[in-house]
């Protein structure tokens, strides 16, 4: 074996071999022989973890970095696996974005705890053999975080009533009631004040 070196396709030997004959005139030929081994695409890459769990506040916006999944091949070239999320974000609106090389999942646009508490999505990554490419799928788990991004909403907005100067302290003002929702917390958490007029 005269040498031996990498290519891009895969391996080569490359081999010199020198025939003669026993005559008293000695005749010699040389043949060279290349021989190039091709890699199969013998591994299915695999991922770090079977499951990865991450936690976004409702209030990060469009291109939040949520987390990075990260899948390993051991085939020639080593490693190259690329991303793509293949289920789990089916709003209408796409809610996350994966880096095809990197595995970096981000935010597209700002999610909404009220809306979707959490999201199941399935990374598949697959490797780089243009002929039989083998994949390999991992499942994400985003937590979306409770924020206090919602004001309380009251109805009706404008109350109006008529009130005598002789009524006691206490008495209720012609039956009248505020009605206040808060989506981000229970009715019974908000607490009222007086800010003007009284």
Known sequence: MKTQRWIAAGRIYEMT?????DLRASH??????IVEITPANDFSPVFRAAHYS???PETAGAFYRVGRVTAMDKDYLPN????????????AIQRFWIHPLSGMIELTTQPD???????NLTVEGVDCDRFQPRTAVTVVTVDILDENDEAPVC????????VFDNVDAGTNVNGSQLNCHDRDSQDFEMRFEMVSGG
């Not at 190259?80 to 709003?91: A, L, P």
């Not at 109805?155 to 008529?162: F, I």
């Open 28 to 33: 010699t030929v040389t043949l060279t022989i």
């Open 155 to 162: 109805t009706p907005s404008l109350h109006k009533a008529v």
């Open 80 to 91: 190259c696996v690329t991303y793509k999320i293949t289920s789990g974000d089916t709003q």
């Open 17 to 21: 071999i020198s025939g003669f004959d």
């Open 54 to 56: 991450f936690s976004v």
């Open 113 to 119: 705890y009220e809306t979707v508490k959490q999201y």
